[in-house]
């Protein structure tokens, strides 16, 4: 089971912390955040490697948002600075069991029930 927490909102330029508490191991699964707006699919946020820690982001997101992981407390964040109100979403976290971080909603086994973030300008 996965419960994401800390969204909010927030005006333009502000930050949030999103974290992602696991009712299990997350040590050998890879992490990873998606959003979904309003009448849109939902998409790959940030994602990051059980195995090697690399990380990947879609490139709206690079150089703002920070993916990371605890191990030890079974817990993903997403820090997110510099937000734009096109970052309002329903935030999710899910698991694979995928070495590395895959940007298909289907490649993820495991999901949360999602965090509310909206940015106003």
């Known amino acids: 089971q996965l419960v994401e927490s800390g969204g909010g909102l927030v005006q333009a330029g502000g930050s949030l912390r999103l974290s992602c508490a696991a009712s299990?191991?997350?040590?050998?699964?890879?992490m990873g955040w998606f959003r979904q707006a309003p009448g849109k699919e939902r998409e790959f946020v940030a994602g990051?490697?059980?195995?090697?820690?690399?990380?990947d982001y879609t490139d709206s997101v690079k150089g703002r948002f920070t993916i990371s992981r605890d191990n030890a407390e079974n817990t993903v964040y997403l820090q997110m600075d510099s937000l734009k109100p096109e970052d309002t979403a329903v935030y999710y976290c899910?698991?694979?069991?995928?070495?590395?971080?895959?940007?298909?909603?289907?490649?993820?086994?495991?999901w949360g029930q999602g965090t509310q973030v909206t940015v106003s300008s």
């Open positions: 990051i490697s059980w195995l090697t820690s690399n990380e």
């Open positions: 899910a698991a694979t069991g995928k070495w590395r971080p895959a940007r298909r909603a289907g490649e993820y086994d495991y």
């Open positions: 299990g191991r997350t040590s050998r699964y890879t």
